[in-house]
């Protein structure tokens, strides 16, 4: 070892130790007294390098990757490339000079990559290249909990006061957790994300946040939109699984379905103010009538019915016989009712929708040629365009329910559909990753919007109508492009199946809930769209500037390090100085 002056640079002694083993470890004591040198062993040295001891595991020996000192300065924590975390005394106050315990982390990779002693002495954390990290208790080396993520967990990081854990993964994600909620009681520290695949996404009205639920999980979760950020979690009445949620207008009420269970909460506090359930009746969807007063629900097995309650009571105000899949809520107390099937209708009900009222009940149809698979209602609730199974879209004015025109270009089923705010544009997606963007006024293709690998499963304009997010069934990513060209500009690789997608109508965030229990926020914001290069992995993500489409100029880049500006291959020769690239690069992060 060699001790150096950082102010004047000069080397001030050299230390040989007395093993002569290859050093790989330098650790000092927070209290400068104890310096612990690691190798295939460890020796304990002065701060001044001057040897004291030698700690040993009399039973086994293994390099040494991470080491840390307890907050007392009493005992010393190792890590080593066999997986083993080992406690040592360093023969101070109740711990004598002797390994004290030692234990082996599961899993097939084994080498300890990072490891963190928290502030009070009481937990382990430790990174071992697998898909979790772990805790443990630091008197005891026994498993308190995992912090499991999709890949490999490279890097852990600490807040100052030892209350949060970050754990840094190869799936390009960091996670916070609350050290302070592990216990029995509370065997997982996770505060960013549901313990299982996300059912619902909720937006308020008028606040930018937003309401989750996950399959098999007690509990909502409400975020902050803009920051990101988890604001709090409330349980669900009852401690049962929530999978569909509607809030009034106001922002004052929420309504939950949870098996033949219905509640009532008040928000923001979450207060029950009313249950209501009926014997062998499970709603499978449902929307609020717009004065908030009646629950429009679509009744599964064996029903199979429509049912309209009074919200105060729970009350069943009618029963409308038909079959539903999917409702939607219209302004003047109408609702479009579709019934959809993945297989063959031999009933034709599928080729049918309703528009029926509520109040009233009056019910008239929109007859198509064949299934209908997804519909969409314009901002101005004036117009319907339908995707179908014979590969067209049918357009029909919902005033004089009259049809309008008949789109046809796809080459298989029409899978997903939707309006641009400002009505002049419709995104079609088909099977086998087809995609459109049609002009509403002149029935024509705009744009073909090409590479996803699978059938489309969402298309969604963000609140501006500048972009439009889509996602495939099997493809693990967001695509987002521009609408006035039809250019890809971001590819969000997502690394799990996208459950549920929502757009903010406050600001431009859609908020994506994913199968491993994860909700993410995308800002759409014109100079920070990025895109994942071809071998992210490797090179990351790259910023464009305004709008700046992604083409195969995007391979041409060197990326130079962290800190500096990339920097184009054909820079360095010969050519036309005033020549602008296809795309021109901001910043590196």
């Given at each position: 070892?060699?001790?150096?002056?950082?102010?004047?640079?000069?080397?001030?002694?050299?230390?040989?130790?007395?093993?002569?083993?290859?050093?790989?470890?330098?650790?000092?004591?927070?209290?400068?007294?104890?310096?612990?040198?690691?190798?295939?062993?460890?020796?304990?040295?002065?701060?001044?390098?001057?040897?004291?001891?030698?700690?040993?595991?009399?039973?086994?020996?293994?390099?040494?990757?991470?080491?840390?000192?307890?907050?007392?300065?009493?005992?010393?924590?190792?890590?080593?490339?066999?997986?083993?975390?080992?406690?040592?005394?360093?023969?101070?106050?109740?711990?004598?000079?002797?390994?004290?315990?030692?234990?082996?982390?599961?899993?097939?990779?084994?080498?300890?990559?990072?490891?963190?002693?928290?502030?009070?002495?009481?937990?382990?954390?430790?990174?071992?290249?697998?898909?979790?990290?772990?805790?443990f208790a630091a008197d005891t080396l026994n498993l308190v909990t995992k912090l499991p993520h999709i890949t490999t967990v490279?890097?852990?990081?600490?807040?100052?006061?030892?209350?949060?854990?970050?754990?840094?993964?190869?799936?390009?994600?960091?996670?916070?957790?609350?050290?302070?909620?592990?216990?029995?009681?509370?065997?997982?520290?996770?505060?960013?994300?549901?313990?299982?695949?996300?059912?619902?996404?909720?937006?308020?009205?008028?606040?930018?946040?937003?309401?989750?639920?996950?399959?098999?999980?007690?509990?909502?979760?409400?975020?902050?939109?803009?920051?990101?950020?988890?604001?709090?979690?409330?349980?669900?009445?009852?401690?049962?699984?929530?999978?569909?949620?509607?809030?009034?207008?106001?922002?004052?009420?929420?309504?939950?379905?949870?098996?033949?269970?219905?509640?009532?909460?008040?928000?923001?506090?979450?207060?029950?103010?009313?249950?209501?359930?009926?014997?062998?009746?499970?709603?499978?969807?449902?929307?609020?009538?717009?004065?908030?007063?009646?629950?429009?629900?679509?009744?599964?097995?064996?029903?199979?019915?429509?049912?309209?309650?009074?919200?105060?009571?729970?009350?069943?105000?009618?029963?409308?016989?038909?079959?539903?899949?999917?409702?939607?809520?219209?302004?003047?107390?109408?609702?479009?009712?579709?019934?959809?099937?993945?297989?063959?209708?031999?009933?034709?009900?599928?080729?049918?929708?309703?528009?029926?009222?509520?109040?009233?009940?009056?019910?008239?149809?929109?007859?198509?040629?064949?299934?209908?698979?997804?519909?969409?209602?314009?901002?101005?609730?004036?117009?319907?365009?339908?995707?179908?199974?014979?590969?067209?879209?049918?357009?029909?004015?919902?005033?004089?329910?009259?049809?309008?025109?008949?789109?046809?270009?796809?080459?298989?089923?029409?899978?997903?559909?939707?309006?641009?705010?400002?009505?002049?544009?419709?995104?079609?997606?088909?099977v086998d990753g087809e995609a459109f963007l049609w002009s509403e006024e002149t029935k024509e293709i705009l744009h073909s919007?090409?590479?996803?690998?699978?059938?489309?499963?969402?298309?969604?304009?963000?609140?501006?109508?500048?972009?439009?997010?889509?996602?495939?069934?099997?493809?693990?990513?967001?695509?987002?492009?521009?609408?006035?060209?039809?250019?890809?500009?971001?590819?969000?690789?997502?690394?799990?199946?996208?459950?549920?997608?929502?757009?903010?109508?406050?600001?431009?965030?859609?908020?994506?809930?994913?199968?491993?229990?994860?909700?993410?926020?995308?800002?759409?914001?014109?100079?920070?769209?990025?895109?994942?290069?071809?071998?992210?992995?490797?090179?990351?993500?790259?910023?464009?500037?305004?709008?700046?489409?992604?083409?195969?100029?995007?391979?041409?880049?060197?990326?130079?390090?962290?800190?500096?500006?990339?920097?184009?291959?054909?820079?360095?020769?010969?050519?036309?100085?005033?020549?602008?690239?296809?795309?021109?690069?901001?910043?590196?992060?």
């Amino acid at each position: 070892m060699i001790f150096w002056d950082f102010v004047t640079g000069e080397a001030i002694r050299r230390v040989e130790d007395h093993k002569e083993f290859s050093i790989w470890v330098l650790q000092i004591s927070g209290d400068n007294n104890y310096l612990a040198v690691h190798g295939s062993d460890c020796s304990i040295h002065r701060h001044d390098g001057k040897y004291l001891f030698d700690i040993e595991d009399p039973e086994s020996s293994s390099t040494v990757t991470y080491s840390n000192f307890t907050s007392d300065n009493t005992r010393l924590i190792t890590g080593n490339v066999s997986g083993e975390i080992k406690l040592f005394g360093l023969g101070v106050g109740d711990f004598e000079q002797k390994m004290i315990k030692k234990v082996e982390c599961d899993g097939d990779a084994k080498q300890i990559v990072d490891l963190l002693v928290t502030p009070d002495d009481k937990y382990i954390i430790a990174a071992t290249r697998q898909e979790t990290a772990f805790v443990f208790a630091a008197d005891t080396l026994n498993l308190v909990t995992k912090l499991p993520h999709i890949t490999t967990v490279d890097k852990l990081a600490m807040t100052l006061d030892g209350s949060r854990v970050l754990t840094a993964s190869e799936d390009k994600n960091v996670r916070v957790w609350d050290i302070t909620k592990i216990g029995k009681e509370a065997r997982t520290a996770h505060i960013d994300k549901h313990d299982n695949s996300v059912s619902t996404i909720t937006l308020l009205h008028h606040k930018d946040e937003a309401i989750t639920t996950a399959y098999q999980c007690n509990e909502f979760k409400v975020w902050d939109i803009k920051m990101g950020k988890l604001l709090r979690s409330h349980p669900i009445p009852n401690d049962k699984s929530c999978y569909e949620v509607v809030i009034t207008s106001d922002d004052r009420r929420l309504v939950g379905a949870a098996g033949y269970q219905w509640f009532v909460l008040q928000l923001p506090e979450f207060k029950l103010l009313n249950t209501f359930k009926e014997r062998f009746v499970q709603p499978t969807h449902f929307v609020l009538t717009p004065d908030d007063q009646r629950l429009v629900a679509g009744i599964g097995q064996p029903e199979f019915s429509i049912r309209i309650y009074d919200l105060s009571t729970g009350e069943t105000i009618s029963k409308i016989q038909l079959r539903s899949t999917g409702i939607t809520m219209l302004p003047n107390g109408n609702f479009l009712n579709q019934y959809r099937q993945q297989m063959y209708d031999s009933t034709g009900k599928t080729k049918v929708m309703q528009m029926i009222n509520a109040y009233t009940g009056l019910v008239q149809e929109f007859s198509h040629g064949d299934r209908v698979l997804d519909y969409a209602v314009s901002s101005d609730h004036t117009k319907l365009i339908c995707g179908c199974s014979d590969k067209d879209l049918d357009l029909w004015h919902l005033t004089s329910q009259s049809h309008i025109a008949t789109l046809k270009g796809h080459s298989g089923r029409v899978l997903s559909v939707c309006f641009s705010p400002d009505n002049q544009t419709i995104a079609s997606g088909a099977v086998d990753g087809e995609a459109f963007l049609w002009s509403e006024e002149t029935k024509e293709i705009l744009h073909s919007l090409k590479g996803h690998e699978s059938d489309i499963s969402t298309m969604m304009f963000s609140s501006d109508g500048k972009y439009l997010f889509t996602t495939a069934e099997k493809d693990l990513y967001i695509m987002v492009w521009l609408v006035v060209n039809g250019n890809r500009v971001m590819k969000y690789n997502t690394y799990s199946t996208i459950c549920y997608m929502r757009f903010s109508s406050l600001s431009n965030h859609a908020v994506v809930g994913l199968e491993d229990g994860r909700i993410v926020i995308l800002r759409v914001d014109d100079p920070k769209l990025a895109t994942v290069n071809k071998d992210d992995s490797r090179h990351g993500y790259r910023d464009y500037p305004k709008a700046a489409p992604v083409d195969d100029a995007s391979d041409n880049v060197i990326h130079q390090g962290n800190n500096r500006s990339p920097k184009r291959k054909d820079e360095t020769k010969a050519g036309n100085p005033k020549q602008k690239p296809k795309s021109s690069l901001c910043f590196l992060v």
